[in-house]
Nanobody
């Protein structure tokens, strides 16, 4: 089964930056030509919401309105990694961030593979 492992979360002051990385492994026998990989955020009591997604060509990228201009998603196909560079962080960016693969844009229900999540806490 494909495994996704997130890293890079932590605590930061508002205005600061963090870089999240998702490493994909155990892909033997799995068609990795999936269309999109994405980052989702979840806070307690709420559903996961899409933050940013990127397709397998890396040409098509979509961001949630709340992070446009502050976050940058990138993908290294050869290394099977997904990265989210987060800058100008705000307290409302706080949450558990999940890496996902095999879905479509920012629709959580369309994704087949998920990581365990990494916590991001932004203090004001």
């Amino acid at each position: 089964r494909m495994t996704l492992v997130e890293s890079g979360g932590g605590s930061v002051q508002a205005g600061g930056s963090l870089r999240l990385t998702c490493t994909v492994s155990n892909v033997s026998g799995i068609n990795t030509d999936y269309v999109y990989m994405a980052w989702f955020r979840q806070v307690p009591g709420e559903e996961r919401s899409g933050v940013a997604a990127i397709d397998s060509s890396t040409r098509y990228i979509v961001y949630a309105d709340s992070v446009k201009g502050r976050f940058t998603i990138s993908r290294d196909i050869a290394e099977n990694t997904l990265t989210l560079q987060m800058t100008s962080l705000k307290s409302e960016d706080t949450g558990m961030y999940y890496c996902a693969a095999g879905g479509w844009r920012l629709t959580a229900s369309r994704y087949h593979y998920w990581g365990q999540g990494t916590q991001v806490t932004v203090s004001s």
